[in-house]
């Protein structure tokens, strides 16, 4: 009988927290030492690589008699610290092209943050969800918006307390859960979507279709009118800072914006498709390229992502394509390559048939059926 197998699938709920004074102050005071106690420990590594040329990272408790404030936070954030530090230099001394080597944190980050892991055999106070909020050790219980109930059987494992430049406070819960691996769905052509990624439209699919974006465009809009408006203020001066709190509320609204339009998306065509075909993407230079042309992130790097686990939570394929690949200059109808093709050619018609071609819809269309057959590559391979 063929065993069943198992993967753990990891849940994250994040909600609003609405902390009374003394607990603001005291998650302040986390923050502050976090960010102390990580550059601390970064500038006491690369003394002590500079004498011995080994990396030693050193564990908070030496740091407290030095530093008393450090005792006034929970211990379990200071670890955690210590923790992502430690696994910072293994990441990078690993793999130096995918890591960047550890760097120093300033107050002046988009956001604070610190985390603190459950440990079901603690014997000090644990983490735990409560019906007004968050019970944390030291914080008390935290009030929160709790919008969503977690998954049944699931363990919390730990928790990550964030503050935004706009001064709102948020709490993102994980928890894990062992759950049967799906069964995988092969795909047929019929039920395969190319994806293309375009500059003006987000993307546009092998059907010929992209999505619409008003509300951001709107937002983005009136985000340009409060700019104007801050900039013919005096720095500093109160209405400077009342107006720099709008601003800031309004990247935030368009963030989130972009956020709810990108999981929305993904999940529409992770329910509606077996299988998604993207190309490789350099998103650095795609940044670069996007701030050349004056335009803005659209979030396309954390779409992809999205998309790829939706697809995967319910066995179906997410395929990428070589990103050299020639999907634009082939033709979909005879497979002729044109490389007298630019890139302000966006409707051409095909010197061998004389196809009119679209140049976003081919190259999904390319991007579809060169991924179905690197599909078909790979199962011969494995069989």
């Not at 080597?101 to 107050?107: E, G, L, N, S």
């Not at 014997?123 to 709790?146: C, D, F, H, W, Y």
């Not at 992502?305 to 020639?326: F, S």
């Given at each position: 009988m063929k065993k069943e197998t198992g993967c753990t699938q990891y849940t994250v709920i994040k909600v609003r927290l609405h902390p009374t004074a003394e607990q603001a102050d005291l998650i302040e005071k986390t923050f502050g030492s976090c960010r102390y106690l990580w550059n601390k420990m970064l500038t006491d590594v690369q003394e002590f690589y500079a004498a011995t040329d080994l990396h030693y990272v050193p564990t908070p408790a030496c740091y407290k008699k030095e530093a008393p404030f450090l005792k006034e936070v929970d211990s379990q954030a200071l670890c955690a610290v210590h923790q992502n530090l430690r696994k910072a230099f293994l990441d990078f001394f690993?793999?130096?092209?995918?890591?960047?080597?550890?760097?120093?944190?300033?107050?002046?980050?988009?956001?604070?943050?610190?985390?603190?892991?459950?440990?079901?055999?603690?014997?000090?106070?644990?983490?735990?969800?409560?019906?007004?909020?968050?019970?944390?050790?030291?914080?008390?219980?935290?009030?929160?918006?709790?919008y969503r109930k977690p998954p049944r059987n699931a363990s919390l494992r730990f928790v990550t307390v964030t503050k935004t430049k706009s001064g709102k406070y948020f709490c993102s819960i994980t928890f894990s859960c062992e759950t049967k691996k799906p069964a995988e769905i092969v795909p047929a052509p019929e039920r395969t979507l190319g994806l293309n990624y375009s500059l003006t439209r987000f993307y546009v699919d092998s059907e010929g279709g992209s999505p619409e974006q008003p509300q951001l465009a709107r937002s983005s809009g009136k985000l340009a009118k409060m700019q104007r408006k801050l900039s013919r203020m005096e720095y500093g001066s109160k209405n400077y800072e009342e107006q720099l709190q709008k601003v800031r509320l309004q990247y935030e609204h368009i963030a989130n914006q972009r956020r709810d339009f990108i999981h929305k998306e993904s999940r529409r065509i992770a329910n509606a498709w077996d299988a998604v075909c993207v190309r490789e993407t350099d998103l650095v230079a795609l940044t670069q390229k996007l701030r050349q042309m004056g335009g803005k992130n659209t979030g396309f790097g954390m779409f992809?992502?999205?998309?790829?686990?939706?697809?995967?939570?319910?066995?179906?394929?997410?395929?990428?394509?070589?990103?050299?690949?020639?999907?634009?200059?082939?033709?979909?109808?005879?497979?002729?390559?044109?490389?007298?093709?630019?890139?302000?050619?966006?409707?051409?018609?095909?010197?061998?048939?004389?196809a009119v071609v679209s140049r976003e819809v081919n190259a999904a269309r390319n991007i579809r059926d060169m991924g179905l057959a690197q599909l078909k590559k790979t199962e011969r391979g494995a069989a």
């Open positions: 690993r793999n130096p092209a995918a890591f960047q080597y550890p760097k120093f944190k300033t107050k002046k980050a988009q956001k604070d943050s610190f985390t603190v892991y459950c440990r079901p055999y603690h014997t000090g106070p644990s983490i735990r969800i409560t019906e007004s909020g968050i019970q944390m050790p030291k914080l008390g219980v935290l009030p929160a918006n709790l992809r992502l999205c998309l790829q686990y939706k697809l995967e939570q319910q066995g179906k394929r997410y395929i990428v394509v070589d990103r050299l690949a020639p999907t634009a200059k082939t033709c979909h109808e005879c497979g002729n390559v044109n490389e007298e093709l630019t890139t302000y050619d966006r409707i051409w018609i095909c010197p061998n048939c004389g």
